[in-house]
């Protein structure tokens, strides 16, 4: 496949993105017609103002020239400001819509691909790559526009001023054609390489500030500044490379464009002294042949800017172009109202990829409505794992999962986790103030919803020692508050959701023991008349459950109540118990 259909073809995919503006670009390339025209016409003047000034020395002629050429640069400043503005305007909106929409593709994709990709180089896509189809756009598009116009509209001029010397200009167009050929694949293969080892190393940076307590609990600093200075030795090494084959590029096509002015330079001054051609004649050439050489020049330049534009284009449709492995059904089933929550596991299994192992298999469980049902079994035994097929982060791999009877999978997500409210064991807080990160649960609800959801969690009794109440800000992921004021609004995040369905990843391992306290208080009240799974992480906290199911090795191995299981002596429960206690 020829290297120019393989360079339009991710570019093609914005022309969707454009249309809505194509008479705005319509008229902004109008503007860009008439401001080259201008351009072109002023070595025209310049040849009649020196002939006028040189040859005839008529001052009259002088003096309409000098105002002629006053209003061709009047003429130019305005198309050039129509052009700037309107293709400026459009290319905002149209680089902010497919910012947007990138966004909105990458925040709906499943949690397996989140897991695979760092947030970084996601982030690096979103400002990086569309900031280069930006420039591509904006810049790029126009200078194309007006250098081609320089061009050939320069080229017919040079034939209508002087057909020679013209012939001699346009010997070195092959040359450069050869040239761009010759080096626009290895830019843009440098340019992709140099695009991702700025995702990486913006990976690995917003990897380390994330966690950056425990790099600093771990005196880590020098060794994650190591990491980081390491990266960027990689990415100045690829952008020196693709330094030195732009300045090769440019430099040969530099010195072919202007060597040919030279000749032209002999050539015409020869052809003056021969009395052939005048002074002001040869100077409006010269002005068309510089045009023509800096149009040759720029549109080099501009071919090293498209290949890194290619480039950027290529890994946003990528992005685009991955599909969530967890989707909403074709005819998707509706909940009854009022919905019970009554949750059943049907002989289900999981593994993450086709060719690995289960990582839980054979699971069966029923829970009734508003009943209680705590996770327990040692680290890895697939407790999370359970509880992340339920909302569907993850779909089962055989077997399946019914809410009130119906199967998950026939449910929209936004149905199915609209059903369902979940506590993380490690809350997650926007930055933002109380208010905006209870109401995150619904954006709409009223001032008098917001404050019962914070009393019912137990999270007034702080909120309203605060200054500023809930319009206290908590700072990025909540930094400002302590870990049990973090859990306490998050569980109040849960009580204004209302759902029938709950999910508690133990929240109280790491508190302290008047956070326990209003923690567990709050969590009374939230799983009264809720349909609840515990993820429980130590054994104390399984006691206000109804039943407990006991996992090991991804299997269910014993089931019933605290009490009964304590009377296995020898069970697995037991043991947990006893080691735990």
Do not use: C
Not at 68 to 86: D, E, K, R, S, W
Not at 264 to 291: N, S
């Amino acid at each position: 496949m020829p290297t120019s259909s393989l360079s339009l073809k991710p570019l093609a995919r914005l022309v969707p993105l454009v249309r809505p503006y194509r008479t705005r670009l319509a008229v902004a390339f109008v503007f860009l017609v008439i401001a080259a025209a201008a351009g072109l016409v002023f070595p025209a003047v310049m040849q009649f103002l020196l002939d006028a000034a040189f040859e005839r020395r008529d001052r009259g002629a002088l003096d309409r020239i000098a105002v002629v050429l006053l209003a061709v640069f009047a003429v130019q400043a305005i198309a050039n400001f129509g052009q700037v503005y309107l293709l400026s305007s459009s290319t905002e909106r149209i680089v902010a819509a497919l910012r947007a929409r990138t966004f909105a593709h990458l925040i709906r994709l499943s949690p397996a691909f989140f897991t695979e990709r760092r947030t970084g180089e996601l982030t690096s896509r979103l400002s990086s790559d569309l900031g280069l189809l930006q420039s591509l756009l904006s810049t790029w598009v126009s200078e194309l526009s007006r250098q081609t116009l320089f061009l050939l509209g320069g080229a017919i001029m040079m034939f209508v001023t002087n057909f020679r010397l013209t012939l001699t200009t346009l010997a070195v167009v092959p040359l450069v054609v050869g040239a761009a050929i010759f080096f626009g694949r290895s830019l843009r293969k440098a340019s992709t390489s140099v695009q991702d080892r700025i995702a990486d190393a913006m990976g690995m940076a917003d990897e380390s500030f994330g966690a950056i307590r425990t790099v600093q609990s771990f005196t880590r600093e020098a060794e994650e500044t190591r990491r980081f200075g390491s990266a960027l030795k990689e990415l100045v090494g690829v952008a020196v490379h693709r330094a030195r084959t732009r300045a090769l590029f440019f430099s040969v096509v530099g010195f072919v464009a202007f060597g040919a002015v030279a000749a032209v330079l002999w050539q015409g001054g020869t052809q003056v002294l021969a009395g052939k051609l005048t002074a002001g004649t040869l100077v409006a050439f010269l002005f068309y042949a510089l045009f023509v050489a800096a149009a040759v020049g720029s549109l080099a330049t501009l071919f090293g800017n498209f290949q890194e534009a290619i480039g950027a284009a290529t890994r946003v449709w990528e992005l685009l172009d991955t599909q969530p492995t967890v989707r909403d059904p074709e005819k998707p089933l509706s909940l009854p109202a009022p919905l019970r929550g009554e949750v059943s596991f049907h002989n289900v299994a999981f593994r993450y990829m086709p060719a690995q192992p289960d990582i839980v298999t054979g699971i069966s469980l029923d829970m009734a409505p508003g009943e209680v049902v705590a996770l327990v079994g040692r680290s890895g035994a697939g407790k999370t794992t359970i509880a992340s097929l339920l909302p569907r982060f993850w779909d089962v791999s055989s077997g399946r999962i019914t809410l009130d009877g119906i199967d998950v999978r026939n449910l929209t997500l936004d149905t199915l986790r609209g059903a369902i409210g979940i506590v993380p064991q490690e809350p997650v807080l926007f930055s933002g103030t109380i208010r905006e990160n209870i109401a995150y649960a619904n954006p709409r609800a009223t001032e008098a919803e917001v404050l019962r959801a914070a009393k019912a969690a137990h999270a007034w009794e702080f909120i309203a020692k605060l200054p500023d109440g809930l319009d206290t800000m908590v700072g990025e992921r909540g930094v400002k508050l302590s870990g049990g004021q973090r859990q306490r609004v998050a569980i109040a995040r849960v009580f204004l959701k209302n759902p029938a369905v709950v999910i508690l990843d133990e929240a109280t391992s790491s508190l302290d023991t008047e956070s326990e306290r209003y923690v567990e208080e709050a969590l009374e009240e939230l799983l009264e008349g809720r349909t609840t799974l515990i993820i429980a992480h130590r054994l104390s906290t399984v006691r206000r459950a109804d039943k407990v199911v006991v996992l090991d090795a991804g299997r269910i191995v014993e089931t019933g109540t605290h009490a009964e299981l304590l009377e296995q002596e020898d069970g697995v429960y037991a043991r947990l118990y006893a080691i735990g206690s």
